[in-house]
Nanobody, 123 residues
């Protein structure tokens, strides 16, 4: 089993930055492909970034060039650096871990989920 705990959310003005962290415990973290998802009210959960065991990364077009996903296996932590934030980035952000495979933007391919952290971007 893997437990995931997100932190770093909050309220920020448009154009600002936040860094989300996801601390993992349990099964060996370094073998897990990880992803960051978000869900805004009334919308489906969407993947914004994913990272493989070998640090290959994927980004949704809506965040490409503004968000950066990274991982520190020594700290069992994955990060999401979010710059140039926009009001449309407002959502609950979740980190997730897979038990197999590589990069994926598909929510149902992830077995482990954190509780989520709220990000609110004011205009």
């Amino acid at each position: 089993q893997v437990q995931l705990v997100e932190s770093g959310g909050g309220l920020v003005q448009a154009g600002g930055s936040l860094r989300l962290s996801c601390a993992a415990s349990g099964r060996t973290f370094s073998v897990l492909p990880m992803g960051w998802f978000r869900q805004a009210p009334g919308k489906e959960r969407e993947c914004v970034a994913a990272i493989s065991r070998s640090d290959s990364s994927w980004y949704a077009d809506s965040v490409k060039g503004r968000f950066t996903i990274s991982r520190d296996n020594a700290k069992n932590t994955v990060y999401l650096q979010m710059n140039s934030l926009k009001p449309e980035d407002t959502a609950v952000y979740y980190c997730a871990g897979r038990t197999w495979g590589g990069l994926s933007s598909v929510a149902h391919e992830y077995s482990y989920w954190g509780q989520g952290t709220q990000v609110t971007v004011s205009s």
